[in-house]
């Protein structure tokens, strides 16, 4: 088919026009068409139209999350977005009218897209390792709700919502710690420490004993005391983690990084740690309230970026805060992110081994949803025409 011939099409489909004969042809196309052809087809349009508003068949989380993807390509010319939105609309919403709707692009496997040689790979699920004082070990995958031990002066319950929670027993509290959530006011105990540790495709949240809320993201650990007595209240972290401090200006909660002397020392907030031994140094994003990281205390809506070697800070203003935390919401968030940050995201989700073949320089912006299978991410990734990709079982394969 000629490129006139589709453009033509394409235009008519935009104003209303289209013929049923005209309307398979667009079937066929949109089923065959490679992201390459896909771009230039688009690029030769004409009169394809800016809004979404002018398609209420698309559901509205659709939209939405094409609206801010298109805001945020506006603002970062640099980047190349997962689609190419403002030219997207007209054929995101045709491919919505189809039979197989608008997640075509996220079911369908044939063209010259994603090669699928041995298997797909499913995305992770909510699960961990819990290892008590005891050196015991559980796993959380398999623990069904309602499960429940006891180690130390805590009882360890695992809810309805892949949440573990520690409840202090009598006697679980010291006297710094009476009074704060989940605590009792009795003799000091013996701290007994737990760590819980997310393998590479798993996630999960729980509720230490003072009320602090902390999700773990993939490939990551923390270890904590069952109770919390003394002066303060301190964890340790690998990995990525999100906290929900429970305010106890009494006992300052501590983050520190495992094997090193990275701490945040916090009284009541929100923020993010990013602190995977395969990344670059340290990130510390503060939503709400304030934290301390060394002699530097930041303000809501700043990042603190620590290399390896520790030996220095710097501060960025304004960071995308919804890029930082969305892993927590179950979303891929790219800003201008390039194809080395993105994989490794991709690896610890996925639990897959990542190969480059050739040289990728173009950085990425957009949003996907965690709950798809691999193929499904990589498709969306393709219809950049920058990068490509093949499943070798776990091994991806990343090619330009």
């Not at 896909?38 to 139209?49: E, K």
């Not at 006297?175 to 590479?200: D, I, K």
């Not at 620590?306 to 891929?332: C, H, L, M, R, Y």
């Not at 800003?335 to 990425?364: K, L």
């Amino acid at each position: 088919m000629s490129l006139s011939t589709i453009v033509s099409i394409i235009e008519k489909y935009s104003t209303g026009t289209l013929s049923a004969d005209e309307q398979q042809v667009l079937n066929e196309w949109l089923d065959g068409v490679s992201p390459e052809e896909f771009h230039r087809t688009l690029d030769a349009c004409m009169s394809l139209p800016a809004g979404l508003r002018e398609y209420p068949s698309l559901p509205s989380e659709f939209s939405r999350r094409l609206e801010l993807a298109m805001d945020e390509a506006d603002s970062q010319e640099k980047t190349i977005p997962l689609f190419q939105w403002k030219k997207w609309t007209a054929v995101a919403a045709a491919i919505l009218l189809l039979s197989g709707g608008a997640w075509w692009w996220l079911s369908n496997d044939r063209g010259t897209g994603t090669r699928v040689a041995v298997n797909d790979v499913a995305p992770g699920i909510s699960g961990a390792i819990l290892t008590l004082a005891d050196g015991r070990q559980i796993v959380l995958d398999s623990a069904g709700n309602g499960f429940s031990a006891t180690d130390g002066h805590a009882k360890i319950v695992k809810g309805s919502k892949d949440q573990v929670t520690y409840k202090a027993t009598d006697g679980g509290a010291g006297p710094a710690a009476a009074g704060s959530p989940g605590t009792a006011a009795a003799r000091p105990a013996e701290l007994v420490y737990n760590t819980l540790s997310t393998p590479r495709g798993r996630k999960i949240s729980v509720v230490l004993a003072d009320g602090t809320k902390v999700w773990l993201n993939a490939a990551s650990s923390i270890k904590f005391p069952t109770v919390f007595t003394g002066s303060q209240r301190l964890v340790e972290i690998r990995g990525e983690a999100w906290f929900e401090v429970a305010a106890n200006v009494k006992q300052p909660f501590v983050v520190k990084k495992m094997g090193s002397d990275y701490t945040v020392q916090v009284l009541g907030t929100q923020f993010n740690i990013n602190a995977y031994d395969d990344e670059d140094g340290i990130k510390t994003t503060l939503l709400e309230g304030a934290v301390r990281i060394k002699d530097q205390v930041l303000k809501p809506g700043q990042q603190a970026v620590t290399g390896k070697d520790q030996s220095g800070i710097t501060i960025i203003p304004n960071v995308n805060t919804a890029e930082v935390i969305s892993w927590k919401n179950g979303v891929f968030n790219f800003d201008r992110a390039d194809i080395y940050s993105v994989m490794r995201q991709i690896a610890r989700w996925y639990d897959v081994e990542v190969e480059y073949r050739g040289t990728i320089t173009r950085h990425f912006g957009g949003t996907i949803s965690q709950d798809v299978n691999v193929s499904q991410v990589f498709k969306m990734l393709e219809l950049t025409g920058a990068v490509h990709f093949t499943i070798e079982g776990r091994k991806i394969i990343v090619m330009p």
